[in-house]
């Protein structure tokens, strides 16, 4: 069964910095699709950043330049380096992985984390 458990949000100024930290437990693929996504209120949830097997990150260019993800195997724990926050970056912000390891498109075949809190201030 796989499990993820995100951390590492919180209330910061404008043009402040946030790591999120994802906790993967049972994800044990040959191969991973991991990643990101938020949801302000009353929007849509968006994508922000993935991270695969084979290939350089891929960032929304709302947050190219501002944010990292990483993945550090070892520990089985995603990462998303949050910089220049700006306030409408302020949303539940939730890590994705895809089942089977790999990214089909689709949001029906993603493990969901619970998400953790982003609020930016001006």
């Known amino acids: 069964q796989v499990q993820l458990v995100e951390s590492g949000g919180g209330s910061v100024q404008s043009g402040g910095s946030l790591r999120l930290s994802c906790a993967a437990s049972?994800?044990?693929?040959?191969?991973?699709?991991m990643g990101w996504f938020r949801q302000a209120p009353g929007k849509e949830r968006e994508w922000v950043a993935t991270i695969k097997t084979y290939g350089p990150p891929n960032y929304a260019d709302s947050v190219k330049g501002r944010f990292t993800i990483s993945l550090d195997n070892a520990r089985n724990t995603l990462y998303l380096q949050l910089n220049s926050l700006k306030p409408e970056d302020t949303a539940m912000y939730y890590c994705?992985?895809?089942?089977?390891?790999?990214?089909?498109?689709?949001?029906?075949?993603?493990?969901w984390g619970q998400g953790t809190q982003v609020t930016v201030s001006s």
């Open positions: 994705a992985a895809a089942k089977y390891g790999y990214c089909s498109g689709s949001l029906q075949d993603l493990y």
């Open positions: 049972g994800y044990t693929y040959s191969r991973y699709c």
